[in-house]
């Protein structure tokens, strides 16, 4: 049972791994303007990697191929596959938009759980109808909104749905050490270092390290990745997974006042409505989700 402290350490370091998260998609726009989108994913991590490897040391971790296989699909859905819609989907929308779709892979990831196991709540289809139904018209909005695509909005999507299968495989490997972490990372790195290669040998995409692509990658791979990580598990371990992950929908927030700040991007009327219905459906698939794990909590105390 953690004391009243550590839940409040919980809920500062939380905060503050969602506000870096949430500026991380300033930095990622303007670093896709200089840098390719999978090259920057590549220095980004490669940065995050170097920074986590002396912090474990020889502490490997002690699971076995099955479990090697799992943390292979994690980094190839929750760094490859995430990142090629991101950094992709935010060379033609902005930040504010890439942000909130993205927001919205935790609910993807109750729907693919509830398929999987068979377990089916219609508050929670409600809840996610009407947060898709926003979703739409953030979407949709990018043809109204300046920097915004809707071809951008939906690369966007691609990268909440990568996530949802990156939180999958990721629970199964059931090991939150921060060399499972950085294995994560490293299997990423095998799976984009050929898309990168491809973006800059077969594609002729142009290299420059901009003073914004520098500060993108020191920022990105220090603080959102190496930081982030490391912050976002000691969060987990001091609130609790399904609390921490609330926090997830606090990002585009911080997103998007610092769009409007830094780069000043004003979102259309279509993407604040779009955003108040998307904030009716979480609100929604959360409730009914907390209440679910109340009851089983409840149950497993029964049953001592």
């Known amino acids: 049972m953690k004391t009243s402290k550590e839940k409040g350490l919980g809920l500062i370091v939380l ?18 303007e200089s840098l390719p989108p999978m090259f920057l994913a590549v220095l980004r991590f490669s940065l995050a990697v170097a920074v ?17 296989r799992f943390a292979a699909l994690a980094g190839l859905l929750g760094i490859t596959t995430y990142f090629l819609f991101e950094n992709y989907g935010l060379t033609l929308t902005n930040a504010s938009d890439a ?29 996610g109808g009407i947060a898709f139904v ?28 990568s996530w949802a299968g990156y939180t999958y495989f990721y629970e199964r490997i059931r090991n939150s050490s921060i060399w499972t972490t950085m294995e994560i990372m490293l299997w990423g790195l095998v799976f984009s270092l050929p898309l990168a290669l491809v973006e800059v040998f077969l594609l002729g995409k142009p290299v420059s390290f901009s003073t914004g ?12 990745s190496a930081l982030g990580y490391i912050l976002w598990n ?13 926090w997830v929908y606090t ?38 989700e907390f209440r679910s794990i109340l009851s089983e909590n409840g149950e497993k105390s029964a049953n001592r």
């Open 15 to 32: 905060a503050i791994t969602s506000m870096m998260w949430g500026i991380s998609y300033i930095f990622t726009k303007v670093a896709v």
């Open 213 to 224: 692509a520098v500060a993108g990658v020191i920022y990105l791979g220090l603080f959102a």
């Open 251 to 288: 990002i585009p927030i911080f997103t998007v006042v610092a769009d409007v700040l830094f780069l000043k991007n004003v979102p259309s009327w279509l993407f604040f409505f779009g955003s108040a219905l998307v904030g009716i459906g979480m609100v929604t698939v959360i409730t009914r």
């Open 52 to 68: 986590l490897f002396p912090i474990v040391g020889r502490r490997r971790g002690s699971f076995g191929r099955v479990r090697h």
């Open 99 to 127: 942000s909130l779709i993205v927001s919205t892979a935790p609910i993807l990831t109750i729907i693919l759980y509830d398929v999987l196991r068979r377990r089916f709540d219609y508050f929670e289809y409600i809840g």
């Open 134 to 161: 926003g979703l739409g018209l953030i979407i949709y909005s990018g043809s109204f909104s300046n920097g915004s695509s809707v071809a951008g909005n939906l690369l966007s999507f691609g990268a909440a749905l």
């Open 234 to 246: 000691m969060g987990i371990n001091l609130w609790g997974g399904k609390a921490a992950t609330l």
